[in-house]
């Protein structure tokens, strides 16, 4: 069951009498949490909880979110399973679009991003998705994915729905662009590997396939992310000590890294 999170730098000891706090390295006064946003945007389990809310909700929000700032006028609205599936779901619910399947993951495939070259990452694209070509033959599809990192796995995705029947195929991202290394210790690719830094990213859509291609804002995920914990902060009955002065990690995404770089 559920108990309570362990705090940023908490030694816990846990038996079968009881869970005891044995020290918390503090942060200085005045200086914000820094946990990283993007946990909950793609590594995160979507039942895991973090300060206090699931993950998965968080993700629908984005899609929400995302559904204000970058609406398109589509027949349906689908997803790169599997953890952009509520982010899709909640772009749907918010457009007044069905949500369909297009689809189907392999799930014996691992991860590809985390390939070591841009070959394997490829092969491994191609194995890992097959079509419900019924579902979406001859309609206009949005795509919702979580994040692009450095394009590989989205462009394949794109040419197999045109050969497989869709009229038009527009992809939607429920994260910013992800423009600089993470040091914190999340393998993230070097910068120049990284879409988004690429001269291809000015013409994004037309490089990777795509009618369309929206990220949601920084704005948009940070208040997507914080929106549940400022009503709990803001509410008496239910605000939790352990959330402390709220903030997140968003260096991967602006540069702007919560402490200062030494080399």
Known sequence: RYYREVLP???VKISRHDVQTL???????GDPSAFCIFEYVYFARP?????????????KRCGQQLAIEAPVEADLVST???????AALGYAQKCGLPYVEVLCKN???GRTFIQPNMRLRQLGVAK????????????????????IVRGNTISPIIKLLRESGAKEVHIRVASPPIRFPCYMGINIPTKEELIANRPEFHDLANYIGADSVVYLSVEGLVS???????ARQD???????????LGHCTACLTGDYPVELEW
């Open 80 to 86: 790169v399973p599997e953890s952009a599936t509520p």
């Open 9 to 11: 730098g908490e030694i």
């Open 107 to 109: 799930r014996y495939v």
């Open 23 to 29: 020290d918390v390295v503090r942060r200085l006064e």
């Open 224 to 230: 997507s992310v914080q929106e549940s914990i400022k």
């Open 47 to 59: 039942d895991s909880i973090f300060e206090g809310q699931m993950v998965y909700s968080v993700r």
């Open 235 to 245: 509410n008496p009955k239910t605000h939790k000590s352990f959330i402390g002065k």
């Open 128 to 147: 890992k998705f097959g079509v419900l070509s019924d579902n979406f033959k001859g309609k206009r599809v949005v795509i919702i994915d979580d994040s």
